[in-house]
């Protein structure tokens, strides 16, 4: 069962992104009082102050009762010099500020019902308009008219957002200090197992871990990964419910796995006792309680945004931790063919997907952020906050999520994440564990394999986030982070005089079911078995 747990989480890779907000500030005030809201605009336009103090003061008009498709029926001594509101609807965004334009107005909001999008027109207009022009929630004005009555003056300003945020580095530490620990955990297993087979000749594998050690193998765990991506996409509703039951559990047993082996290595005491001949370790028993509670936790308030990422994280942490101690690539070939199809994985269904889409996005990313995500949906330069509050949209929680800390609009306009998918962990990370292994097999003291492809895929991942920030738009991380780890290897070993025994590895003992292991299989029987063995060998969770 953990197996299959692990196949179905690590089936959907993700990459980092990162928002490209245009959302501002709306500052309402009158003589007693003042409240800020959230707006949307467009930097092509007339770009607004960075400042609340540099920013014009302008009182408001409401003309809600019209959508300013036409200046009849306007006054202009009434608009003139004033901020007008206006509704969405019936005409383009440029329409409607070149008429508010004509009539006098110096700024024009444009409150909404619907979700609201960055205004956009076509190059053109942009010139022809000098006024600053807005977007904002009609629910907000009608509670602005509530609290300030008709005496309100407004100024819209948007504070600078940096593209270098803090949550990068926390994201970056968090990503090699994972990779880090799950190789050295890998390579720390392979020695006890080493040491328990008197340290020489072929060690016998776990029968509770995964090794993928045939080509053949690779190929159809990749295919089954693909297949689940599109699964995901096309039934995203009913199958993302499941994926957050699945990682419930596997969360649960991979954060008991890890505080267990961290409490055995510390030497606490397990006490027993036994019930009808069967012994329970009282150890085992409160930290598996811990360890669902804390998943259950996750569970009830997994859209809590403003806290729950940090227990996302947590349970993500050992996640992968644990995946990486218990499934192992047998040989540097393995390693190669495996991520080199996981890198053509990314990149496709980042990059190509979205000349097949209806909605020009690509699939990877539909699928991170979920068909009804809001405030996190970008295309381009847009962004959709929504107009009304509504219930939270379930997105994967197979990623790292960790709040921008320089979004300064995040309390009005929603919280903005940084996400960085497990599978950019985990699969680099198996190259990392590969090779924190193969220091134990050549008995390398220095342990330079692993700490040279730590490096790599610290370089990697700086890597990755200079082409994001550069080029203003999520990266499939892979592309950077394959070629770095894979390549750096390579490099050790043949400095080293070792790439053959780096290439072919080693091969564990692992026995096939009974009623097949003696049989002759052509390829179409051997395909069959190996699902066959993967079931065969399922675990319970805990």
Same mark, same amino acid.
């Given at each position: 069962m953990e197996r299959?747990?692990? @196949?179905?989480?690590?089936?959907?890779?993700?990459?980092?992104?990162?928002?490209?907000?245009?959302? =501002?500030? $709306?500052?309402?005030?009158?003589?007693?009082?003042?409240?800020? +809201?959230?707006?949307v605009y467009n930097q092509s336009w007339t770009p607004l102050s960075q400042t609340l103090d540099d920013a014009l003061q302008y009182p408001v008009v409401n003309m809600t009762s019209t959508v300013l498709c036409n200046p009849s029926g306007v006054t202009p001594d009434v608009v003139k010099g004033k901020a007008l509101v206006v509704m969405r609807g019936d *005409?383009?965004?440029?329409?409607?500020?070149?008429?508010?334009?004509? $009539?006098?107005?110096?700024a024009l909001l444009i409150a909404s019902k619907i979700p609201l999008i960055t205004p956009s027109a076509n190059a053109t207009e942009y010139a022809k308009i000098n006024i600053p022009l807005a977007l904002m929630r009609y629910k907000d004005f009608i509670e602005a008219q509530q609290v300030f009555g008709e005496g309100m003056q407004v100024k819209l300003y948007a504070p600078p957002n940096p593209k270098i945020d803090a949550s990068i580095v926390v994201m970056l530490l968090i990503a090699i200090i994972t990779v880090s620990l799950g190789g050295f955990w890998s390579g720390a297993c392979e020695r006890e197992r080493m040491n328990g087979d008197g340290g020489g000749g072929e060690s016998k594998a776990d029968p509770k871990e995964l090794f993928l050690y045939s080509p053949l193998k690779v190929v159809i765990f990749v295919a089954m990964m693909c297949g689940m991506l599109v699964l995901m996409y096309f039934f995203y509703n009913v199958m993302v419910y499941a994926i957050i039951a699945i990682f419930c559990l596997a969360s649960a047993s991979a954060l008991f796995s890890c505080i267990d082996a961290v409490m055995e290595k510390l030497s606490c005491p397990t006490g027993s006792f036994t019930i009808k001949n069967c012994t329970f370790s009282v150890r085992s028993l409160i930290l598996a309680a811990v360890c669902i509670s804390v998943a259950v936790v996750w569970g009830v308030y997994r859209n809590e945004d403003r806290w729950?990422?940090? $227990?996302?994280?947590? /349970?993500? &942490?050992? @996640?992968? /931790?644990?995946?990486?101690?218990?499934v192992s690539l047998s040989n540097f070939k393995i390693c190669?063919? /495996? $991520?080199?199809?996981?890198?053509?994985?990314?990149?496709?269904?980042?990059?190509?997907?979205p000349f097949f889409t209806k909605n020009g996005v690509s699939i990877m990313v539909q699928v991170a952020l979920g068909p009804d995500a809001s405030g996190e949906k970008t295309h381009g330069n847009m962004v959709e906050v929504p107009a009304e509050p509504q219930a939270p949209s379930e997105k994967l929680p197979v &990623?790292?999520?960790?709040?921008?800390?320089? =979004?300064?609009?995040?309390?009005? *306009? #929603?919280?903005?994440?940084?996400?960085?998918?497990?599978?950019?962990?985990?699969?680099?990370g198996l190259m990392v564990a590969y090779c924190s292994r193969f220091d134990v097999?050549?008995?390398?003291?220095?342990?330079?394999?692993?700490?040279? *492809?730590?490096? =790599? +895929? /610290?370089?990697?991942?700086?890597?990755?986030?200079?082409?994001m920030l550069?080029? #203003?738009?999520?990266?499939? =991380?892979?592309? +950077?982070?394959?070629?770095?780890?894979?390549?750096?290897?390579?490099?050790?070993?043949?400095?080293?005089?070792?790439?053959?025994q780096f290439w072919a590895g080693t091969t564990y003992m692992v026995p096939l079911p009974v009623f097949v292991s003696n049989r002759r299989l052509n390829p179409r029987r051997r395909c069959f078995f190996f699902i066959a063995r993967m079931v065969h060998s399922m675990n319970p969770i805990l």
């Open positions: 299959a747990v692990r @196949f179905i989480i690590l089936s959907v890779v993700f990459f980092v992104s990162q928002i490209n907000c245009q959302e =501002a500030i $709306l500052h309402i005030s009158n003589e007693n009082t003042n409240k800020e +809201y959230c707006i *005409c383009d965004f440029s329409k409607k500020a070149l008429v508010a334009q004509g $009539l006098g107005a110096t729950i990422w940090i $227990l996302q994280d947590f /349970l993500g &942490v050992a @996640f992968c /931790l644990n995946f990486l101690k218990t190669v063919i /495996l $991520l080199s199809l996981l890198l053509v994985y990314d990149v496709f269904f980042v990059f190509i997907t &990623v790292m999520r960790v709040p921008r800390f320089s =979004a300064w609009a995040q309390n009005l *306009c #929603g919280m903005q994440f940084s996400i960085l998918g497990y599978g950019d962990i985990i699969i680099p097999w050549v008995n390398s003291s220095k342990k330079i394999y692993f700490i040279s *492809c730590c490096i =790599a +895929y /610290l370089l990697g991942m700086i890597v990755t986030f200079a082409v550069l080029s #203003g738009m999520g990266q499939p =991380a892979l592309l +950077y982070l394959v070629p770095f780890t894979l390549t750096a290897s390579a490099v050790v070993a043949a400095c080293r005089g070792e790439m053959r």
